[in-house]
Nanobody
């Protein structure tokens, strides 16, 4: 079993920045695709960003493109989400996810990801 451990959430004012981290507990696990999703109260979970762990190609939701950056450190088996110019509408619980197949990066569908972190709260005040 692979556990994803997230860190880095918190509360900031609009315009501020946060960096989320997601580390896989089993070092021998090599995912094909890593993603970040978020869920705000009374809203459906939505994909934010994802990265092919092999080639490094990245994908972003339109709402965060230009403000958020997903990156990886393969030596640490860790994925990051740098969030800049945060807005109140970015407030949500953010989840890290890992997929064993690259198709998850193509579809971006939550159902295609195999492992999930516990979630970390990000709150942005105006």
């Amino acid at each position: 079993q692979v556990q994803l451990v997230e860190s880095g959430g918190g509360s900031v004012q609009a315009g501020g920045s946060l960096r989320l981290s997601c580390a896989a507990s089993r070092y021998t696990y090599r995912s094909a695709c890593m993603g970040w999703f978020r869920q705000a109260p009374a809203k459906a979970r939505e994909g934010v960003a994802r990265i092919y762990t092999g080639g490094g190609s990245t994908y972003y939701a339109a709402s965060v493109k230009g403000r958020f950056t997903i990156s990886q450190d393969n030596a640490k088996n860790t994925v990051y989400l740098q969030m800049n110019s945060l807005k109140p509408e970015d407030t949500a619980v953010y989840y890290c996810a890992a997929a064993s197949t690259g198709g998850a990066c193509y579809t971006g569908e939550a159902a295609d990801f195999d492992y999930w972190g516990q979630g970390t709260q990000v709150s942005v005040s105006s």
